[in-house]
């Protein structure tokens, strides 16, 4: 099992930049992938960013150029630096941890921070 919890969210204006952070209870060494996504509402979750355990990175379209995701392994704790933002990337964003146990992939979810973005 693995928890995670998110921080970070806000109300920013357009244009504007955040930094969400995602702290695992375990060392994220143990993890295959961490990851970013996000859920407007009456919209489906979609992935935002994506970081494995071998550092590859891939992210939306939507975001790149502007976002950018890293971990400090130290801290076990994953980020997603957001910057200008728009307002259309007003969501609820969460964090989320893979781990493949022979094929099966196990997913882990934090609770969610929202980003609510001002025109």
């Known amino acids: 099992q693995v928890q995670l919890v998110e921080s970070g969210g806000g109300l920013v204006q357009a244009g504007g930049s955040l930094r969400l952070s995602c702290a695992a209870s375990r060392s994220i060494f143990s993890l295959d992938a961490m990851g970013w996504y996000r859920q407007a509402p009456g919209k489906q979750r979609e992935l935002v960013a994506r970081?494995?355990?071998?550092?590859?990175?891939n992210y939306a379209d939507s975001v790149k150029g502007r976002f950018t995701i890293s971990r400090d392994n130290a801290k076990n704790t994953v980020y997603l630096q957001m910057n200008s933002l728009k307002p259309e990337d007003t969501a609820a964003y969460y964090c989320n941890a893979q781990r493949f146990v022979g094929p099966l992939r196990n997913d882990y979810w934090g609770r969610g921070t929202q980003v609510t973005v001002s025109s």
């Open positions: 970081l494995t355990s071998g550092g590859g990175t």
